[in-house]
């Protein structure tokens, strides 16, 4: 296996939506504004193995105090391997410095994301407004 990762790729809508579907996230049911969204990131990183998206990750920045990671998605035939983890570390390694790093993670993910760093915002608690159905 030989991933390449990449800070200028533009993936297509299909290969977008083929991700977002093997992973059942709900912002596929929204091809449209989940690709506007992505486009509008302040970073997209993307995985590739042999040309196939095999995972993204992207951030939302003021571009100098604080970021926020909102999608990290992998294939989940290469889940386990380390492309998430290669993906979160370009990411940080962007944001490096910054005053603020934050992210939601739920389920399996916040042993992955404590491996990378992250911790519990003091005594913050998780709210949204969410229009999906997915948690």
Known sequence: MSIEISLSDSPEMD???ELYRG???SAADKPEKLMAALKASHSLVTARDSGKLVGLGNAISDGHLVVYYP???VLPEYQGQGVGKELM???QQCYQ???QQMLTA???AVGFYKALGFTRAGKTEPMWVYAGNDH
């Open 71 to 73: 999608h990290l998605l």
């Open 15 to 17: 290969e977008v939506l």
């Open 97 to 99: 410095g910054f005053h």
């Open 89 to 91: 570390l370009v990411m």
């Open 106 to 108: 739920d389920g399996d």
């Open 23 to 25: 992973n059942n996230w």
